[in-house]
Structure formats: structure tokens, C-alpha cells
T-cell receptor, first 114, second 112 residues
């Protein structure tokens, strides 16, 4: 069974479009995250939710909006896509909030904006 | 704020060579330290961790020791294999609602 899954795996779209990436975890964890990895592999936290509540919101354009319908899901919606949004987006989860806990990552969604 | 510095890659080694990837950190308090590995086309996965000073994390032949006196958590493996080719990330985590702080990653290529 996949612990943290993301869909889609690849997403190619035009500038200006709106798109969503979905994430689900079946580990029973309380906390979920979205990360952005650029072409140089640099990993940056975007958001974190604990029990459906936003607890970390780094400096991210407000075109990015996370939504957590329940503890097991954290979706990322992106409005008005720009070229600079091209990256790999990773979802992750941990048993509880607090970066001392091990995080489990999904396989990533490679977003390409043309 | 907290930060992690790891050696820049890429690192290219022959099979069975000894591996060291350096990682140093700056942090307040007593963070947990992690090594994550990212194989090609996959997400990150935990390789090993240490939660307090002098702890040694180990997994799959990799080891790292939490050295508070030198603020380091260097990753070592005695004999690398081609299957170890990946990007390795050192990371630091504090308690509370703070994000993991990652280093920039070190790409390792092992050639037969």
C-alpha cells in the first residue's frame, strides 16, 4: 500500500491556467506538508497542516492555496500559473507536528508551465 | 535562524569506495538531525536520524553521528554500491510548529 500518494505525477499546462495537485496519506498521521523542489534540487517548505489547520505558511504567492478536507488529504491549488512555478512538488506527512518527527514523502508531481 | 550546510556535489565514486558527505548545522537548542535520500524519479525517504548528542544513526550500511561539539552530522559508508547513486539531504528539525530545515542536497554517482 502506498503511504503517501500524489496525483497527477506529471502536469503540463499553459501559463495563466489554474491547476490542482492532490495528496493522500494512509498512515494515520496528523500533519501534512507541501514542498517545492527546484531544478537544482533545493527543497523549500510551502505549507503545513495539522489536523486540518494551517500551521506553517511560508512566503508563498497567494496564487497558491492549500486545502485540507480531512486529516488524510492535503490538496494544493495554483491559480494563474507562471513559468517560475515549474518545479517538482512533494507532499509529505508526519505523525504529529514538530519537525523532530520523521516525514514521509510522496513520489512528487512534476509541474511544467509552458 | 537555523541552517544546514552540506558539501556541494556532485560526488563521483567507484564501487566499493569509502563515502563521506559533510553536514554542519547552526541551531538553537537541541534539534534532531536527519539524512534523507532521494533516488532518481522518487520522493525523499528517511535514511537515518539522531535525536540527541552522541547518538549514531545507521541504516543500509550508512552511519552518521550527532556531534554537538562540532555541530556536525557527517554521513559515511564504508563501501558504496551503484545502487547508492542518489541525492542525499541533511536536515534539522526542532520541536514545535517549525519546518524541517534542509541542506541543498549532494548528488552521489557511483560507477562500476
Amino acid at each position: 500500500d502506498t503511504a503517501v500518494s500524489q496525483t497527477p505525477k506529471y502536469l503540463v499546462t499553459q501559463m495563466g491556467n489554474d491547476k490542482s495537485i492532490k495528496c493522500e496519506q494512509n498512515l494515520g498521521h496528523d500533519t501534512m506538508y507541501w514542498y517545492k523542489q527546484d531544478s537544482k534540487k533545493f527543497l523549500k517548505i510551502m505549507f503545513s497542516y495539522n489536523n486540518k489547520e494551517l500551521i506553517i505558511n511560508e512566503t508563498v504567492p497567494n496564487r497558491f492555496s492549500p486545502k485540507s478536507p480531512d486529516k488524510a488529504h492535503l490538496n494544493l491549488h495554483i491559480n494563474s500559473l507562471e513559468l517560475g512555478d515549474s518545479a517538482v512538488y512533494f507532499c509529505a506527512s508526519s505523525r504529529r507536528a514538530g519537525a523532530g518527527d520523521t516525514q514521509y514523502f510522496g513520489p512528487g508531481t512534476r509541474l511544467t508551465v509552458l | 535562524g537555523d541552517s544546514v550546510t552540506q558539501m556541494e556535489g556532485p560526488v563521483t565514486l567507484s564501487e566499493e569506495a569509502f563515502l563521506t558527505i559533510n553536514c554542519t548545522y547552526t541551531a538553537t537548542g537541541y534539534p534532531s538531525l536527519f539524512w534523507y535520500v532521494q533516488y532518481p524519479g522518487e520522493g525523499l525517504q528517511l535514511l537515518l536520524k539522531a535525536t540527541k548528542a552522541d547518538d549514531k544513526g545507521s541504516n543500509k550500511g550508512f552511519e552518521a553521528t550527532y556531534r554537538k561539539e562540532t555541530t556536525s552530522f557527517h554521513l559515511e559508508k564504508g563501501s558504496v554500491q551503484v545502487s547508492d547513486s542518489a541525492v542525499y539531504f541533511c536536515a534539522l528539525g526542532q520541536s514545535g510548529n517549525t519546518p524541517l530545515v534542509f541542506g541543498k542536497g549532494t548528488r552521489l554517482s557511483v560507477i562500476a
